[in-house]
């Protein structure tokens, strides 16, 4: 007994030493942190890999790559954190010359084009690191269009970001990448685009004061939304051109920074981790479309990544046939600035000047190809991805499936292909019009007219007939007074929905068959 008491107070003592050797390994490791390792933000990344935004608990410790290897799993954080080991087998090196370079702390600078350099796979791997807390780490699924276009379509949902947008990404790294003495005085941003709504929410789960300013034209909504993110927002002038001229007045004046949605390998590498995490969730994968127009700061990122990781993966861009911008600034050679687009309000971003050289760089060396779409298939993609995946977006989310839709790469057939789905801000009076619209192209709602004799029953039989080839009166509407035909006669017009294009055709082939004289509404 006595040898067992001496037993259990041994273990007991020296339970109490390795106990005491930990907490004063933890204190010291935490003050190599302090000084080595700069905080990073104040979110919370879960052990089970799902990201959530906002504040959720203490900050987390930051951990620097290059100490990884310096933690055990019962080291840090009770096991929260493992190490492991990546080897990367380096390809097409040559094509992305030029480091990360860090971003000048002169508080005078307005603008980031003094680091526009070229980036390279380990500057997106960096950034993938740095930014995992802060972005969601979105799914790429397979889609239910995939037997409707005869290839596997795997769609990367960068629209669940918490903006509705995936310039979070080069946004919070282009934020957490400013000097400390610059993240103490401010930012500043003139747009209402998506790049705008990113930097006022990020930067104010930064605590990095952050203004705002939008053009008396901006709708309430983007006003109302860019204010609940955080932002200072100031209406001012009636062009945006007129605040990005006040904007870089209040910027020169108070010390902020004036950011603006430029192509420096800061921002391109925090956008090219799409082009990992597309990698990684889908195998073997034969392409990937990306939307592209004047800011192809998306394609051109995340190309440098696949391109890297696997050369065969072809890499698409996807712009509207109404302003080819990418294209006609490849050809030129340089950024092409003479092409003007008459609605930005439903393009977006990708109605854009092309923004730099840098991207028109890369996209020229590292991308596939480039194709033009009409705004007729973006408007019936936004409506395939609201049916079948039930993702409402907008033109520059629904752009890369558009090429699809529209016949423009037959050379994917049986393949397998991913599309980035990037944005999902879509104002809802604009939805509305989307919606209709896009029905009508895809001949599900159709409109005809004819003229009756004014006598009782005709419009029932009218009806009748309607009923029998299965269709669904959305609205009819009777004309008697401005009526050019005879006496007595009634000018009915109906709104009805159909199955599909074929069942329109025979809609319309029985309706000429009893009312000759009926006229149908063309799109």
Not at 126 to 146: D, E, G, H, N, W
Not at 163 to 183: A, F, N, W
Request: neutral net charge; hydrophobic residues 35%; contains cysteine.
């Amino acid at each position: 007994m006595k040898s067992l008491e001496s037993y259990t107070k041994l273990r007991h003592w020296l339970s109490f030493l390795r106990t005491h050797q930990r907490a004063a390994g933890r204190r010291d490791d935490n003050k190599i942190k302090k000084q080595d390792v700069p905080a990073l933000c104040d979110l919370h990344c879960c052990k089970d890999g799902l990201i959530r935004n906002g504040l959720i608990g203490q900050k987390p410790p930051s951990i620097n790559p290059e100490r990884l290897k310096d933690f055990g799993e019962e080291d840090y954080l009770n096991g929260d954190v493992k190490t492991w080991e990546m080897k990367i087998v380096s390809r097409n090196e040559e094509l992305l010359r030029d480091g990360l370079s860090h971003i000048p702390q002169s508080s005078s600078r307005t603008s980031l084009s003094s680091c526009n350099k070229l980036i390279r796979f380990e500057d997106i791997s960096a950034a993938a690191f740095k930014i995992q807390c802060s972005v969601q780490k979105t799914p790429c699924m397979y889609s239910r269009l995939s037997k409707q276009y005869g290839m596997d379509i795997y769609l990367k949902k960068e629209f669940l970001q918490y903006t509705g947008s995936v310039k979070e990404r080069g946004v919070i790294y282009l934020l957490t990448s400013l000097p400390q003495d610059q993240q103490r005085k401010g930012v500043i941003v003139a747009s209402d685009s998506n790049f705008s709504m990113a930097v006022a929410y990020h930067a104010s789960e930064l605590r990095i004061p952050v203004f705002v300013i939008m053009s008396t034209s901006t709708s309430p909504a983007r006003v109302k939304m860019c204010r609940e993110y955080g932002a200072m927002v100031i209406s001012y002038g009636t062009t945006a051109k007129d605040s990005q001229m006040h904007a870089r007045r209040l910027a020169q004046e108070n010390g902020y920074l004036y950011l603006e949605e430029e192509d420096s390998a800061v921002y391109l590498s925090g956008l090219g981790t799409v082009g990992l995490e597309v990698y990684e969730q889908v195998p073997k994968l034969d392409a990937v479309i990306f939307p592209a127009g004047g800011h192809c700061g998306l394609l051109a990122g995340s190309a440098a990544a696949l391109k890297h990781l696997n050369p065969h993966i072809s890499v698409i861009g996807v712009e509207s046939e109404s302003f080819p911008v990418l294209q006609q600034s490849l050809k030129a050679g340089h950024p092409t600035e003479d092409q003007a687009c008459s609605n930005h309000h439903f393009y977006g971003d990708v109605s854009g000047l092309c923004f730099g050289s840098n991207s028109l760089q890369l996209t020229g060396k590292l991308v596939d190809k480039v194709v033009a779409v009409r705004e007729e298939d973006i408007l019936i993609s936004m409506l395939r991805l609201l049916e079948y995946e039930r993702a409402t977006v907008d033109a520059e989310g629904a752009i890369g499936l558009a090429a699809l839709v529209a016949g423009k790469l037959p050379e994917l057939k049986g393949k397998r292909v991913a599309v980035v789905i990037c944005s999902g801000n879509l104002e809802l009076h604009l939805l509305q019009q989307c919606i209709a619209r896009a029905l009508t192209l895809d001949n599900r709602v159709c409109r005809f007219s004819l003229v009756l004799s004014d006598c009782p029953g005709d419009i029932s039989k009218l009806l009748e007939a309607l009923a029998r080839e299965e269709v669904r009166v959305l609205d009819m509407k009777q004309e008697r007074t401005f009526v050019t035909s005879e006496l007595f006669t009634v000018e009915v017009t109906c709104t009805v929905e159909t199955r599909d294009k074929i069942h329109a055709a025979q809609l319309r082939n029985a309706l000429l068959e009893r009312y000759p004289t009926a006229v149908w509404t063309e799109r």
